[in-house]
C-alpha cells in the first residue's frame, strides 16, 4: 500500500458545484497534514493546512478522519479558475519529511 | 524576500553527463528537499537536509546526491545522467514548526 493516495481523476464539475476528494495515508503516527494546490507546469503551492478540528477558509473545507487515516478537501461553489491538481501531504510518523499523493486533477466547466 | 529560487529552469543533458541543480532560500528555514515530479507518479522526495551539514535520503535517492554547507544552499548533482532521470525537478523549504513546505518554481530537465 501506498504511504499517501489519491484518487487521480479527472473530476469534471460545472461551475457552482460541490466537489470533495479524500486522500488516505498509510502511517498512524502522522501529525502533519495539507492541501497544495498545482496549476500545470507550475510549483506546488499551499492552499490549506488540515486540523484535528478540520477548518475553513472560505470555500474550501478540510478535515482530517484519523479513525480511518484520510483527510478531505471540500470545494463549494466551484469557479473556473478551481481547475488545478490538488496535492495532499503527509508528514512521515514524527518527522519533517512530507509525502505526497499523486494529486487529483479537478477540471471545472462552464 | 525571493522565496525559493532554482537554477537553470530548463536543461538538456546527454546520457552519462554530470550537472547541479541550484536551489537556495532566503527565509532561513533549516528544513530543505528536492522532488522529482513525473506523469501519474506524482512527487517523490530525493533528498531532504535538517540543517547544515546534515542530509539524508528520501524515496528515489539512487543517482543523485546532495550537500548543505549552508543554511541557505542545497545543490543536487547528477553523477552521470540517465534518460529515467528526465523529470521535472522541485526544490522546497520549510521551518520546523510548521512542516508548510515552499517550493521553488522547478527545473525541467531532459537527458538524452
Known amino acids: 500500500r501506498k504511504e499517501v493516495e489519491q484518487d487521480p481523476g479527472p473530476f469534471n464539475v460545472p461551475e457552482g458545484a460541490t466537489v470533495a476528494f479524500n486522500c488516505t495515508y498509510s502511517n498512524s503516527a502522522s501529525q502533519s497534514f495539507f492541501w497544495y494546490r498545482q496549476d500545470c507546469r507550475k510549483e506546488p503551492k499551499l492552499l490549506m493546512s488540515v486540523y484535528s478540528s478540520g477548518n475553513e477558509d472560505g470555500r474550501f473545507t478540510a478535515q482530517l478522519n484519523r479513525a480511518s487515516q484520510y483527510i478531505s478537501l471540500l470545494i463549494r461553489d466551484s469557479k473556473l479558475s478551481d481547475s488545478a491538481t490538488y496535492l495532499c501531504a503527509v508528514n512521515v510518523g514524527n518527522t519533517d519529511k512530507l509525502i505526497f499523493g499523486t494529486g487529483t486533477r479537478l477540471q471545472v466547466f462552464p | 524576500n525571493a522565496g525559493v529560487t532554482q537554477t537553470p529552469k530548463f536543461q538538456v543533458l546527454k546520457t552519462g553527463q554530470s550537472m547541479t541543480l541550484q536551489c537556495a532560500q532566503d527565509?532561513?528555514?533549516?528544513?530543505m528537499s528536492w522532488y522529482r515530479q513525473d506523469p501519474g507518479m506524482g512527487l517523490r522526495l530525493i533528498h531532504y537536509s535538517v540543517g547544515a551539514g546534515i542530509t539524508d535520503q528520501g524515496e528515489v535517492p539512487n543517482g543523485y546526491n546532495v550537500s548543505r554547507s549552508t543554511t541557505e544552499d542545497f545543490p543536487l548533482r547528477l553523477l552521470s545522467a540517465a534518460p529515467s532521470q528526465t523529470s521535472v525537478y522541485f526544490c522546497?523549504?520549510?521551518?520546523?514548526?510548521?512542516?508548510?513546505?515552499?517550493f521553488g518554481p522547478g527545473t525541467r530537465l531532459t537527458v538524452l
Open positions: 522546497a523549504s520549510s521551518s520546523p514548526s510548521h512542516n508548510e513546505q515552499f
Open positions: 527565509m532561513n528555514h533549516e528544513y
